[in-house]
């Protein structure tokens, strides 16, 4: 079975550009994860989803970050305009209803 | 109180030592509880879930205490290859936020050869 597919897997670019990363969760969750992780600050929730309805945005950290989630098997995550400080690696994560969440690869960021 | 704390370790370990993780926890409607284990690198992968009677798979012994707010996670005869952060996860409640879960900062283990 597919996992969660992230892409791209290594994004670099440079300060004030847009960034935009893709999710598409397993099949039959209906939860999805973003999060943000990195040496100083940990794994950290940015947003999560249920049945397509952004529940909890709490964890996105300004307004040049927005998610979408148009259909069951999509989301994306946009930064923009994107600051050297977004440097992290981005995971998404889907679950069923109080399941475990299993996350994708990841997308390593580099903001130059 | 942090929502969910870990020592950080790092904790190295002889090949076929046991050792023991534990994991505090600061809301008590919490609900569901799973230890993953996250490679250098690597995404979180779900390592176990914990359930309220304690539960075994292999060598991994998870237990729950709801009274003190703590879970554990107890590896036996360690191998090489469980060298890794293992992060414990708290799902946060309420029942309208019911699938946020919060992460722990994780405690690295390294086993030594």
């Known amino acids: 079975d597919a996992g969660v597919i992230q892409s791209p897997r290594h994004e670099v670019t440079e300060m004030g550009q847009e960034v935009t990363l893709r999710c598409k969760p397993i099949?039959?969750?209906?939860?999805l994860f973003w999060y943000r992780q990195t040496m100083m600050r940990g794994l950290e929730l940015l947003i999560y989803?249920?049945?397509?309805?952004?529940?909890?945005d709490s964890g996105m950290p300004e307004d040049r970050f927005s998610a979408k989630m148009p259909n069951a098997s999509f989301s994306t995550l946009k930064i923009q305009p994107s600051e050297p400080r977004d440097s992290a690696v981005y995971f998404c994560?889907?679950?069923?209803?109080?399941?475990?969440?299993?996350f994708g690869d990841g997308t390593r960021l580099s903001i130059l | 109180r942090k929502e969910v704390e870990q020592d950080p370790g790092p904790f190295n370990v002889p090949e076929g030592a046991t050792v023991a993780f534990n994991c505090t926890y600061s809301?008590?409607?919490?609900?569901?509880f799973f230890w993953y284990r996250q490679d250098c690198r690597k995404e979180p992968k779900l390592l176990m879930s914990?359930?309220?009677s304690g539960n075994e798979d292999g060598r991994f012994t998870a237990q729950l205490n709801r009274a003190s707010q703590y879970i554990s996670l107890l590896i036996r005869d360690s191998k090489l290859s469980d060298s890794a952060t293992y992060l414990c996860?708290?799902?946060?409640?309420?029942?309208?936020?019911?699938?946020?879960?919060?992460f722990g900062p994780g405690t690295s283990l390294s086993v030594i050869p």
């Open positions: 809301n008590s409607a919490s609900q569901s």
């Open positions: 994560a889907s679950s069923q209803h109080g399941g475990a969440q299993h």
């Open positions: 099949s039959g969750h209906n939860s």
């Open positions: 914990v359930y309220s």
């Open positions: 989803f249920n049945n397509n309805v952004p529940i909890d």
């Open positions: 996860v708290v799902n946060w409640g309420p029942k309208t936020s019911y699938d946020k879960v919060i």
